[in-house]
């Protein structure tokens, strides 16, 4: 059983950075895929980045590519999203999503068994 646990939403004016967290419990980070994903007003949720047990590649939705960037603290056990840049389209829930088998597939909801209760970001034009 994994545990995931967002935190660091927040206001923010656009233009300004954001970086939210989060943290797992039940299994180390290295072992799991971890995506974050975004659910707008009113909206599906999607996808936004994905890093995948320790493949050091990263994976981006086209919108917040150059803007954001996912990063693994493994001695904290967390996984951060920074965001730079933020445009009001940018405000969503961000939830962050684990899972233990790790295959091609990264950037749809069903992909990840574990998710978080999400983090409140709001960017204000």
């Known amino acids: 059983q994994v545990q995931l646990v967002e935190s660091g939403g927040g206001l923010v004016q656009t233009g300004g950075s954001l970086r939210v967290s989060c943290a797992a419990s039940?299994?180390?980070?290295?072992?799991?895929?971890i995506g974050w994903f975004r659910q707008p007003p009113g909206k599906m949720r999607e996808f936004v980045a994905a890093?995948?047990?320790?493949?050091?590649?990263?994976y981006y939705t086209d919108s917040v590519k150059g803007r954001f960037t996912i990063s693994r603290d493994n001695a904290k056990n967390t996984v951060y999203l920074q965001m730079n840049s933020l445009k009001p389209e940018d405000t969503a829930v961000y939830y962050c999503?684990?899972?233990?088998?790790?295959?091609?597939?990264?950037?749809?909801?069903?992909?990840?068994?574990?998710w978080g209760r999400g983090t409140q970001v709001t960017v204000s034009s």
């Open positions: 999503a684990a899972e233990t088998s790790i295959t091609a597939s990264y950037k749809w909801v069903g992909d990840y068994a574990y």
């Open positions: 039940g299994r180390t980070i290295s072992s799991l895929a």
């Open positions: 890093s995948r047990g320790n493949d050091a590649n990263a």
